[in-house]
């Protein structure tokens, strides 16, 4: 069984204008049909340039955004539905397990729903406040089952810790509020325990932020994340406010929480280099899509898509005696998410468009069992015997 599941996730934000009256007048369609899953232990790359939807992917999976539409699953566990308003909660429930007559609700932990979603449909008809009210009163348990499963480590450390808060009263409120520690003393002596795992010191424990480097400043970060045993933590740039060597320790750090929790993790990253050294998995995401999808050997070594290429082409190698291949690299700036091209979200910067590419938009080719690409050069070749350009 997956660890995670996103299938055809979406996340729209609306535009608004007026002043006195507000109405929608458009999207911005931040992320548009992602699919992915994680295993247990296991590591997922997520990368590409500024705007693509990275971090909007790893907010929605631990639901700081309500998704517009698509699913996340946890454990084979349903959690599409934990965080969104009750109406709209039970039309998903309804639409989407039992509507249909095959479901008896004896999976994705939805046996206590299964009952009382009869009630308010068929008894109640319309469904009234008070059914709603009954339909959700194990709905708090369910979110605070999602906190403890799903963690995140945010890009700026000094932004995501409260600076009126000692590092002691930071990490011990989640031991409290998810009963992890009994009482007050037990949680102080968790923590203690917590800094010296992810290498500070015990007595680090009344300090607050501002006292701390900024690789501090993100063990601690990283303390709080930990600090409740999650089986996902979604990594949302880590490191890229660290200096190397800081990095280096960080990345190591990871490695080795990740061997003792055996925790799967979304690692969202411009460091092309370091999401080859740690993911065993790569997505590449241009404009809200994922374009290329697979192996990280597989990604780096051929990469398919001319997106992909040209990322490839403008990391710097650490040689003077090498020089990159250039002939890759892409101009032109990429197009507003408001107002998407055509076809190909790619094709006004790629050297290799054909006539489909702006009209259509394209498929995921398999071009074998863990590499997948969005390109009709591929799914042209396909048609044409599988070969590929």
């Avoid at 055809?8 to 535009?15: A, C, G, R, T, V």
């Avoid at 011990?172 to 009963?179: A, G, S, V």
């Avoid at 900024?214 to 406010?241: F, H, K, M, W, Y």
């Avoid at 929480?257 to 979304?266: C, F, I, K, M």
């Amino acid at each position: 069984m997956k660890l995670l599941e996103v299938r055809n996730l979406k996340k729209y934000f609306p535009i608004k204008q007026g002043f006195l009256i507000e109405r929608v007048v458009g999207f911005v369609k931040a992320v548009d049909d992602v699919s992915f899953s994680v295993d247990r232990g296991k590591t997922i790359g997520i990368v590409g340039e500024s705007g693509c939807g990275k971090t909007t992917i790893g907010k929605a999976i631990i639901r700081l955004h309500e998704i517009t539409d698509g699913e996340i699953l946890i454990d084979g566990e349903d959690t599409t539905f934990y965080f969104m308003r009750r109406k709209r909660a039970a039309e998903y429930l309804k639409s989407r397990y039992f509507e249909n007559e095959a479901f008896t609700g004896r999976a994705n932990g939805l046996e206590p729903f299964e009952k009382k979603i009869n009630d308010v449909y068929l008894n109640a008809g319309k469904s009234s406040s008070r059914a709603m009210s009954a339909l959700f009163e194990n709905l708090d348990e369910k979110r605070r089952y999602l906190r403890r499963k799903a963690q995140i480590v945010f890009q700026d450390p000094m932004s995501s810790l409260n600076p009126r808060m000692t590092v002691g009263q930071m990490l011990t409120e989640p031991l409290l509020f998810h009963k992890i520690a009994k009482d007050l003393d037990e949680a102080i002596e968790m923590v203690r325990e917590l800094l010296v795992q992810v290498g500070l010191k015990a007595y680090h424990v009344d300090r607050y932020p501002h006292q701390f480097s900024g690789g501090q400043r993100q063990r601690i970060a990283v303390a709080r994340a930990i600090s409740v045993n999650p089986d996902l933590i979604v990594l949302d740039e880590p490191t890229s406010a660290l200096d190397v060597s800081v990095q280096a320790q960080i990345v190591t750090l990871f490695d080795k929480l990740q061997q003792q929790l055996n925790a799967g993790y979304v690692f969202i990253s411009h460091n092309l280099a370091l999401v080859r050294f740690i993911c065993q998995t790569v997505s590449v995401m241009y404009l809200g899509r994922i374009v290329e999808q697979g192996e990280s050997e597989a990604i780096f070594s051929n990469p398919l898509h001319p997106y992909t290429k040209a990322l490839l082409a403008a990391a710097p190698i650490p040689d003077p005696n090498k020089k990159r291949n250039r002939k890759d690299l892409i101009g032109g700036q990429v197009p507003s998410p408001i107002n998407r091209p055509t076809g190909c979200f790619f094709h006004p910067r790629c050297k290799y468009r054909m006539d489909i590419c702006t009209r259509e938009y394209p498929p995921m080719f398999k071009v074998d069992e863990k590499h997948l690409v969005a390109c009709h050069l591929y799914s042209t070749s396909q048609e044409q015997g599988g070969e590929k350009k």
